[in-house]
């Protein structure tokens, strides 16, 4: 039961603040990096598709859809 709790190569190992940890196998660094780097492109595609309405609000979109009521009679009384 005693002995050392790591097995293995020590450089397969990593400390952070003092937190020993096995570092984590190619692959899985690699798929991180591909997840994360699509995460970022889909944020920024759509911070760009949608800039007026994060900056203008909902009725700047129906505004520049033709979408208003106001502009075809049917206003709010």
Known sequence: MGGS???GN????VTYGGLKLKKAPGWEY???????G??????FTMCY???DHKTKGLPAIFEAEGLDDDAHGHGHH
């Open 5 to 7: 709790a790591h097995h």
């Open 49 to 51: 598709k949608e800039w």
């Open 38 to 43: 699509t995460m970022w492109f889909w944020i």
């Open 10 to 13: 020590p450089n397969d190992y």
């Open 30 to 36: 690699a798929l991180s990096k591909v997840i994360g």
